[in-house]
C-alpha cells in the first residue's frame, strides 16, 4: 500500500471526525440537555473514532468491491455500527446511565448514516492520495 493512500485515509478520517464530532456533540447536548456532558462526549469520541475510523479504512482499502454505490452503502453500514456502538459505550461511561448511552447512539444512527454516505460520495470525487482513480461505475 502506496504511502499516499495512508495521506487520503488520514485526511478522510480528520474531515469525517470534524463532522461527526459536531454532530455528537449537538446530540449528545440535547439528549442530555447539558452541554458539558455533549463536549465530553465528543471529545472523546474524538481520540477513539479517529483511531477506529483510520482502521475502517485501512481494511475496506482491502475489499474488493468496486461499484461505487454499493461499496459506499456498505461502508457506511459497517462504519455506523462500529460507531454506534463506540458512541453507546463512551456516553454510557461519561453520564453513568446506559439508557443514554443508547438513546445517543439510537440518533446517531439516523444523522450520521447520511452524513457517512455523503462525506463518501464526496471523496469518492476526489483524487488526493490516489496512485490512480480505480475505475468503477459511477
Request: glycine share 8%.
Given at each position: 500500500m502506496s504511502s499516499n493512500i495512508?495521506?487520503?485515509?488520514?485526511?478522510?478520517?480528520?474531515?469525517w471526525r470534524i463532522i461527526g464530532t459536531f454532530d455528537t456533540f449537538v446530540l449528545s447536548w440535547i439528549i442530555t440537555g447539558n452541554p458539558l456532558s455533549g463536549l465530553?462526549?465528543?471529545?472523546?469520541?474524538?481520540?477513539?473514532k479517529m483511531i477506529l475510523y483510520y482502521g475502517h479504512e485501512q481494511l475496506w482499502?482491502?475489499?474488493?468491491?468496486?461499484?461505487?454505490?454499493?461499496?459506499?452503502?456498505?461502508?457506511?453500514?459497517?462504519?455506523?455500527?462500529?460507531?454506534?456502538?463506540?458512541?453507546?459505550?463512551i456516553a454510557w461511561i461519561?453520564?453513568?446511565n446506559p439508557l443514554t448511552g443508547f438513546s445517543?447512539?439510537?440518533?446517531?444512527?439516523?444523522?450520521?448514516?447520511?452524513?457517512y454516505y455523503l462525506h463518501e460520495r464526496a471523496w469518492y470525487k476526489?483524487?488526493?492520495?490516489?496512485?490512480k482513480r480505480r475505475s468503477s461505475k459511477q
Open positions: 495512508h495521506k487520503r485515509h488520514i485526511a478522510k478520517a480528520i474531515t465530553k462526549i465528543s471529545g472523546l469520541e474524538l481520540v477513539t482499502y482491502k475489499v474488493n468491491v468496486t461499484e461505487s454505490q454499493k461499496r459506499h452503502l456498505f461502508k457506511t453500514v459497517t462504519w455506523r455500527i462500529i460507531g454506534t456502538l463506540d458512541t453507546m459505550l461519561i453520564t453513568g445517543i447512539g439510537l440518533a446517531e444512527v439516523l444523522t450520521k448514516m447520511g452524513l476526489i483524487n488526493f492520495g490516489l496512485d
